[in-house]
């Protein structure tokens, strides 16, 4: 035990006691003892007596004086002489050190900071010398390509090869979002006649909103009314040498528009040659002594009908500008057009085919036919088959007829930004039924059977797949491209309002055999035809749907771009309405009429049959023609002029109306003009000159 007997308790002051075993130092054993302040350590051995008392330790503090100088801790131990453990002298105060900044200069090159302790002299500890300047970092972004298959950055290190970081590749498309909650109701709106009065001076239109104030759209101020125009007959005389038109506007002296005087006869025509193999010469051509054949018909602008260079075909040939050819026999002949650049305005090429072979008449580069025949009949007599014979099912067409997408059963589907010239397969192999497209051709659709509807938003180079899988056979598209429609066989009617993002369910009372659908431009009138029921159509962009027109075995529908035309088919007839649907006339074409089509005005219209040719119009159904190519068709498409069409079939060529080349397919004839710009007028046609 330690502890201090009388005084202060010395501070700064640790003790250690552990046990002594009894040898060397303690014969009895004892206990060691460390006693330690400051630096200052001492020891000493505390013995066990044989059987005496434990001794009693005592440290006290020393004061400075004879047994420690400055003091320190005298440890008594029993009655032995005590033990001190003295302090030492103090140490020297300690001197100061004081640092600053030094200039670039002697000491220092690069500056650096100095060092004084006391009075000493300065020590410098100087800078280095300043490292070399860094090379730059130009950061840029690359686009998809070489570098980068999706795109990144660059890095650039000074004139250094850059380093690539390069976006990941696209994850896969998440799943559609749950649809979202209906929205609120509309409130009702009701027009009704407002009679001239207080709320309309002339009378105009009453609008209800729900149970808000009506609002009045008034008919405007009466115009005046306008002068009678008399138009009559002219005979010859002072007014008009040669007769022509009276033109009588109001109470005004009357106006005149007179006939032309008649052109000059033109000089005889060149001698008719020897028939071939003893047939007659055509339209009273001499036989074989050569003698002068007809007159020759009015030269055109002057030009002589002699001035033609002619020669019998005996094999394929390139034409001279103002030469004729005659062939006869069997064979099959190609007449190449001159190139435009040795070509004068009026120069003519004609063609004469007495025999029962076909004579093609090839352009050039950039050069494309004018007709002299009326429109309808045209868009009927020349066509163009293009692509492969496929398995084709459903085709459609940008309102300027430029860009058409086309769908193979158990194929592709097919682009073309080119009108049907060249074609670009798209998407991957399925039983693709039908597509659609936007007016300019950007945005369009796709329904597999048991698949799913797929969209794309640039003219088909990507596609995403939408909607559930569902035997969809039909689509119809807004002008836009942001409302859609589509049908399922034994199923429902779907619409879209987010260009395909989701789909809302409609007529779910029960299912029914869809054959096909149709929109107008806005998508807010729409039509659907049902095999063994009714026309249905669609006011409110699908929510309500009424059946109009009789019960028939529904096949096709069409419809103007405003919603007021349509033409529909059945198995046997066609159908017009000119009235919004409210009430349809039979027309008295029969046929198997497979799919329809319209023109943006619901003026011009087209059938296919599905084993025939097509049956077209262009006063909105009142009278037809029947032409085309002879197929097994399944769907066409109009652009908005009704002047450009697109057919396609089973295991049948894409065929675009228009021809590259003409034909003059047994007994016939033509004669182009060159009218400038690579164009030549085709005219003077009889019997069967077609396209390719």
Same mark, same amino acid.
């Given at each position: 035990?330690?502890?201090?007997?009388?005084?202060?308790?010395?501070?700064?002051?640790?003790?250690?006691?552990?046990?002594?075993?009894?040898?060397?130092?303690?014969?009895?054993?004892?206990?060691?003892?460390?006693?330690?302040?400051?630096?200052?350590?001492?020891?000493?051995?505390?013995?066990?007596?044989?059987?005496?008392?434990?001794?009693?330790?005592?440290?006290?503090?020393?004061?400075?004086?004879?047994?420690?100088?400055?003091?320190?801790?005298?440890?008594?131990?029993? %009655?032995?002489?005590?033990?001190?453990?003295?302090?030492?002298?103090?140490?020297?105060?300690?001197?100061?050190?004081?640092?600053?900044?030094?200039?670039?200069?002697?000491?220092?090159?690069?500056?650096?900071?100095?060092?004084?302790?006391?009075?000493?002299?300065?020590?410098?500890?100087?800078?280095?010398?300043?490292?070399?300047?860094?090379?730059?970092?130009?950061?840029?972004?690359?686009?998809?390509?070489?570098?980068?298959a999706g795109g990144g950055v660059s890095l650039q290190v000074g004139e250094g090869a850059p380093t690539y970081v390069c976006n990941g590749a696209p994850g896969a498309d998440g799943q559609d979002g749950a649809d979202g909650q209906d929205g609120a109701d509309g409130q009702s709106v009701t027009a009704t006649p407002e009679a001239a009065g207080a709320n309309c001076t002339y009378g105009g239109v009453k609008l209800q909103v729900g149970g808000g104030t009506p609002t009045f759209v008034c008919n405007g101020t009466p115009g005046q009314d306008g002068q009678s125009v008399t138009i009559s007959a002219e005979p010859s005389g002072a007014n008009c040498g040669g007769g022509?038109?009276?033109?009588?506007?109001?109470?005004?002296?009357?106006?005149?528009?007179?006939?032309?005087?008649?052109?000059?006869?033109?000089?005889?025509?060149?001698?008719?040659?020897?028939?071939?193999?003893?047939?007659?010469?055509?339209?009273?051509?001499?036989?074989?002594?050569? %003698?002068?054949?007809?007159?020759?018909?009015?030269?055109?602008?002057?030009?002589?009908?002699?001035?033609?260079?002619?020669?019998?075909?005996?094999?394929? &040939?390139?034409?001279?500008?103002?030469?004729?050819?005659?062939?006869?026999?069997?064979?099959?002949?190609?007449?190449?057009?001159?190139?435009?650049?040795?070509?004068?305005?009026?120069?003519?090429?004609?063609?004469?085919?007495?025999?029962?072979?076909?004579?093609?008449?090839?352009?050039?580069?950039?050069?494309?036919?004018?007709?002299?025949?009326?429109?309808?009949?045209? %868009? @009927?007599?020349?066509?163009?088959?293009?692509?492969?014979?496929?398995?084709?099912? +459903?085709?459609?067409?940008?309102?300027?007829?430029?860009?058409?997408?086309?769908?193979?059963?158990?194929?592709?589907?097919? &682009?073309?930004?080119?009108?049907?010239?060249?074609?670009?397969?798209?998407?991957?192999?399925?039983?693709?039924?039908?597509?659609?497209?936007?007016?300019?051709?950007?945005?369009?659709?796709?329904?597999?059977?048991?698949?799913?509807?797929?969209?794309?938003?640039?003219?088909?180079?990507?596609?995403?797949?939408?909607?559930?899988?569902?035997?969809?056979?039909?689509?119809?598209?807004?002008?836009?491209?942001?409302?859609?429609?589509?049908?399922?066989?034994?199923?429902?009617?779907? &619409?879209?309002?987010?260009?395909?993002?989701?789909?809302?369910?409609? @007529?779910?009372?029960?299912?029914?055999?869809?054959?096909?659908?149709? +929109?107008?431009?806005?998508?807010?009138?729409?039509?659907?035809?049902?095999?063994?029921?009714?026309?249905?159509?669609?006011?409110?962009?699908?929510?309500?749907?009424?059946?109009?027109?009789?019960?028939?075995?529904?096949?096709?529908?069409? @419809?103007?771009?405003?919603?007021?035309?349509?033409?529909?088919?059945?198995?046997?007839?066609?159908? &017009?309405?000119?009235? +919004?649907?409210?009430?349809?006339?039979?027309?008295?074409?029969?046929?198997?009429?497979?799919?329809?089509?319209?023109?943006?005005?619901?003026?011009?219209?087209?059938?296919?049959?599905?084993?025939?040719?097509?049956? %077209?119009?262009?006063?909105?159904?009142?009278?037809?023609?029947?032409?085309?190519?002879?197929?097994?068709?399944?769907?066409?498409?109009?652009?908005?002029?009704?002047?450009?069409?697109?057919?396609?079939?089973?295991?049948?060529?894409?065929?675009?109306?228009?021809?590259?080349?003409?034909?003059?397919?047994?007994?016939?004839?033509?004669?182009?003009?060159?009218?400038?710009?690579?164009?030549?007028?085709?005219?003077?046609?009889?019997?069967?000159?077609?396209?390719?």
């Amino acid at each position: 035990m330690l502890s201090s007997c009388g005084g202060d308790e010395p501070a700064d002051l640790t003790a250690t006691i552990t046990a002594e075993e009894a040898g060397e130092h303690c014969a009895n054993g004892g206990q060691f003892i460390e006693i330690a302040r400051n630096a200052s350590i001492a020891t000493a051995y505390i013995c066990d007596g044989a059987d005496g008392a434990s001794p009693v330790v005592v440290a006290l503090e020393e004061p400075a004086g004879e047994h420690c100088e400055y003091g320190g801790v005298a440890l008594q131990v029993g %009655a032995d002489a005590p033990v001190y453990l003295c302090e030492g002298a103090d140490g020297a105060a300690g001197q100061a050190v004081a640092l600053g900044a030094v200039a670039a200069g002697d000491e220092c090159t690069y500056g650096g900071t100095s060092i004084r302790v006391g009075e000493g002299s300065k020590t410098y500890v100087c800078n280095g010398t300043p490292g070399s300047n860094g090379d730059s970092v130009v950061v840029a972004a690359v686009p998809a390509g070489a570098a980068c298959a999706g795109g990144g950055v660059s890095l650039q290190v000074g004139e250094g090869a850059p380093t690539y970081v390069c976006n990941g590749a696209p994850g896969a498309d998440g799943q559609d979002g749950a649809d979202g909650q209906d929205g609120a109701d509309g409130q009702s709106v009701t027009a009704t006649p407002e009679a001239a009065g207080a709320n309309c001076t002339y009378g105009g239109v009453k609008l209800q909103v729900g149970g808000g104030t009506p609002t009045f759209v008034c008919n405007g101020t009466p115009g005046q009314d306008g002068q009678s125009v008399t138009i009559s007959a002219e005979p010859s005389g002072a007014n008009c040498g040669g007769g022509g038109v009276k033109l009588q506007v109001g109470a005004d002296s009357p106006s005149y528009v007179c006939n032309g005087a008649d052109g000059a006869q033109g000089p005889a025509g060149p001698a008719g040659q020897d028939g071939a193999d003893g047939q007659n010469g055509a339209d009273g051509q001499d036989g074989a002594d050569g %003698a002068d054949g007809q007159d020759g018909a009015d030269g055109q602008d002057g030009q002589d009908a002699d001035a033609l260079t002619w020669s019998q075909l005996s094999s394929d &040939t390139t034409a001279q500008p103002n030469s004729g050819f005659i062939a006869s026999g069997t064979s099959d002949w190609t007449i190449d057009l001159p190139d435009s650049s040795v070509l004068n305005y009026g120069d003519t090429i004609r063609v004469i085919n007495n025999g029962t072979g076909r004579v093609s008449v090839a352009p050039g580069t950039g050069q494309s036919f004018e007709f002299a025949s009326n429109s309808l009949e045209r %868009a @009927m007599t020349y066509w163009t088959p293009r692509d492969s014979s496929r398995q084709w099912t +459903s085709v459609a067409s940008s309102a300027d007829g430029t860009k058409l997408v086309a769908a193979e059963f158990g194929g592709k589907i097919y &682009t073309s930004s080119d009108s049907g010239a060249t074609w670009i397969p798209r998407e991957s192999s399925r039983n693709w039924e039908a597509v659609a497209s936007s007016k300019n051709g950007q945005k369009l659709a796709a329904a597999s059977d048991g698949g799913y509807i797929y969209t794309s938003y640039d003219a088909g180079v990507n596609w995403t797949w939408r909607a559930t899988q569902r035997s969809w056979n039909s689509l119809a598209s807004s002008a836009d491209g942001t409302r859609l429609v589509a049908t399922v066989w034994n199923g429902k009617i779907y &619409t879209s309002n987010n260009s395909g993002g989701s789909w809302t369910e409609r @007529m779910s009372d029960t299912d029914r055999q869809w054959r096909q659908v149709a +929109s107008s431009g806005s998508g807010k009138k729409l039509a659907a035809v049902e095999q063994n029921g009714s026309i249905y159509i669609s006011v409110d962009s699908g929510e309500t749907w009424n059946p109009y027109g009789p019960t028939r075995s529904w096949q096709a529908v069409a @419809m103007s771009a405003d919603g007021t035309r349509f033409l529909a088919s059945d198995t046997s007839r066609l159908y &017009t309405s000119t009235d +919004s649907g409210e009430y349809w006339v039979e027309g008295a074409e029969y046929g198997l009429w497979r799919a329809v089509a319209s023109s943006a005005d619901g003026t011009k219209l087209v059938a296919v049959e599905k084993s025939g040719r097509l049956l %077209a119009s262009n006063d909105a159904g009142e009278t037809w023609i029947l032409g085309g190519p002879v197929g097994r068709w399944r769907a066409i498409a109009s652009s908005a002029s009704g002047d450009d069409l697109v057919v396609v079939g089973d295991s049948e060529q894409i065929h675009t109306n228009g021809a590259d080349r003409l034909v003059a397919n047994g007994v016939s004839s033509l004669e182009l003009t060159y009218i400038g710009d690579g164009a030549f007028w085709v005219d003077r046609v009889s019997g069967l000159v077609e396209g390719p």
